[in-house]
T-cell receptor
Framework: EAQVTQNPRYLITVTGKKLTVTCSQN?????MSWYRQDPGLGLRQIYY???????DKGDVPEGYKVSRKEKRNFPLILESPSPNQTSLYFC?????????????FGEGSRLTVL | GQQVMQIPQYQHVQEGEDFTTYCNSS?????IQWYKQRPGGHPVFLIQ?????EVKKQKRLTFQFGEAKKNSSLHITATQTTDVGTYFC?????????????FGKGTLLTVNP
């Protein structure tokens, strides 16, 4: 089954404790992206990747890092989480370069930073 | 920067009534996509419009792309409880990178059975 898998789905952590949200897709997509969703603000892009070893900032990259060492994986790293990073995070992938093709979203990861 | 605005933010209807959400961009879009997110779920792609003035239908859903490619609409005829969710439009960011997709803030549709 074609899917985008995120882990963990739910996480409560404390300020400053490094964490990684993993994202994996099995569709051989070149494009992958991370979004955060907050009430009243919709979906905002954090980082995206057009292919292996190619990443770029989205609209709200501060406090986040990403890497793309393999085509299927695109982890989101929070080196020192803060409460304002409490949010619902979605990973998405696309066969094409992101703005001309359908985005497939993961189930989401709800993160709470205390 | 480019903005994609959606109205209304919320819409509550009686089952069987029609529903429309509107999307407006501050710049011309090369294409526009629509997504639906059920409560507690993730966004799911509905459709992409590319041509000026394009109209596409999916059963009770009708999607339009404006002649100037700066606005779009999604119309649902005779809503059902299964239509409940948030509907997002999304358009590619103009200028700079071509790989950013800017989402509107969405319209939350609730349907009273």
């Amino acid at each position: 089954e074609a899917q985008v898998t995120q882990n963990p789905r739910y996480l409560i952590t404390v300020t400053g404790k490094k964490l990684t949200v993993t994202c994996s897709q099995n569709m051989n997509h070149e494009y992958m992206s991370w979004y955060r969703q907050d009430p009243g603000l919709g979906l905002r892009q954090i980082y995206y990747s057009m292919n292996v070893e190619v990443t770029d900032k989205g609209d709200v990259p501060e406090g986040y890092k990403v890497s793309r060492k393999e085509k299927r994986n695109f982890p989101l790293i929070l080196e020192s989480p803060s409460p304002n990073q409490t949010s619902l995070y979605f990973c998405a992938s696309s066969f094409s370069t992101g703005n001309t093709g359908e985005l497939f979203f993961g189930e989401g990861s709800r993160l709470t930073v205390l | 920067g480019q903005q994609v605005m959606q109205i209304p933010q919320y819409q509550h209807v009686q089952e069987g009534e029609d529903f429309t959400t509107y999307c407006n961009s501050s710049t011309t879009l090369s294409n526009i996509q629509w997504y639906k997110q059920r409560p507690g779920g993730h966004p799911v792609f509905l459709i992409q419009l590319v041509k000026s003035g394009e109209v596409k239908k999916q059963k009770r859903l009708t999607f339009q792309f404006g002649e100037a490619k700066k606005n779009s609409s999604l119309h649902i005829t005779a809503t059902q409880t299964t239509d409940v969710g948030t509907y997002f439009c999304a358009g590619p960011t103009s200028g700079g990178s071509n790989y950013k997709l800017t989402f509107g803030k969405g319209t939350l549709l609730t349907v009273n059975p």
